[in-house]
């Protein structure tokens, strides 16, 4: 099953329940350039753990806060409150792990250790999805996949900055893991 079809599953589960929800949604303050605080307000420290996770990652900071804006999607949002994202196998790579030692001390909704395992598990082939792939910000070969580990952790600060609670299904096999049923569950 594609991330297409899970996202369209969990929609279709949420909608029978009785939750209204819209997917693909967008918002100002998540683009694809730097988040600055001439675009909304941030807190410093989310703003400088983002600096350094670009950095860690190998990225071009200079290049990600000229490149043309582009707002970034999320998958679900359910209610005025909460957003979903699904998370297929490549959100797993090697540059995903290295990005969780970014979120100690600031709010957010990602289950960390889940996360941690998970990584561990399929970096492996995560890292191959687009090895070869460059991104305007990420200048070198599996640039992609370190630009996706850099995108997902500013979409779960910046919700949580933003009053969001953002979950995270991981659905790294095509499937919902059983944790992410789980979380589905409780939600509804």
Not at 106 to 114: A, F
Not at 159 to 179: C, D, S, V, W
Request: hydrophobic share 35%; net charge neutral; aromatic share 10%.
């Amino acid at each position: 099953m594609t991330a297409k079809n899970v996202v369209d599953e969990v929609r279709q589960s949420l909608q029978k329940r009785g939750f209204e929800v819209d997917h693909h949604v967008r918002f100002d303050w998540l683009t694809s350039r730097a988040p600055t605080e001439t675009d909304f307000a941030l807190p410093p420290q989310v703003k400088y753990r983002l600096l350094a996770l670009h950095t860690r990652l190998g990225g071009d900071w200079s290049r990600l806060s000229t490149k043309r804006r582009q707002s970034l999607r999320v998958d679900i949002q359910v209610d005025s409150t909460t957003l979903i994202e699904v998370d297929e196998k490549q959100h797993f790579s090697s540059a995903r792990l290295a990005s969780l030692d970014f979120y100690d001390g600031i709010d957010h909704g990602l289950d960390l250790h889940r996360y941690h395992d998970l990584c561990s598990q399929y970096r492996e082939s995560a890292d191959k999805y687009l090895h070869g792939r460059e991104a305007v910000d990420f200048p070198f070969p599996g640039g992609r996949t370190a630009q996706r580990a850099y995108f997902d952790t500013t979409k779960d600060l910046l919700a949580a900055a933003h009053g969001y609670r953002l979950i995270r299904l991981p659905a790294p096999n095509g499937e919902l893991t059983a944790a992410a049923e789980l979380t589905l569950r409780i939600l509804m």
